[in-house]
């Protein structure tokens, strides 16, 4: 591990480093690609009825496991 003081001062060099080293600088984005895919009604109606059966096995399996969890904490 390196000391307070020596990674104090390794920071600030590095900062004078990269102040030295400053300069303009520009960005273009000369073209642009997008694919959109949109779901269907039936599609989305499958995908949302399928995100709810995986909602309620993950309710389900956590009902159980804190019921045996409480079963298992006040057991003698």
């Known amino acids: 591990?390196?000391?307070?003081?020596?990674?104090?001062?390794?920071?600030?060099?590095?900062?004078?480093?990269?102040?030295?080293?400053?300069?303009?600088?520009?960005?273009e984005?000369?073209?642009?690609?997008?694919?959109?895919?949109?779901?269907g009604t039936k599609q989305f109606e499958d995908y949302s009825k399928a995100l709810d059966r995986a909602m309620r096995m993950t309710q389900g399996f956590l009902v159980v496991t804190t019921a045996f969890f409480f079963y298992t904490m006040f057991q003698a």
């Open 29 to 39: 984005l000369l073209a642009q690609e997008t694919r959109v895919k949109v779901m």
């Open 1 to 27: 591990m390196a000391k307070t003081d020596d990674a104090k001062s390794w920071f600030l060099q590095l900062a004078r480093k990269a102040e030295q080293n400053l300069a303009t600088a520009s960005f």
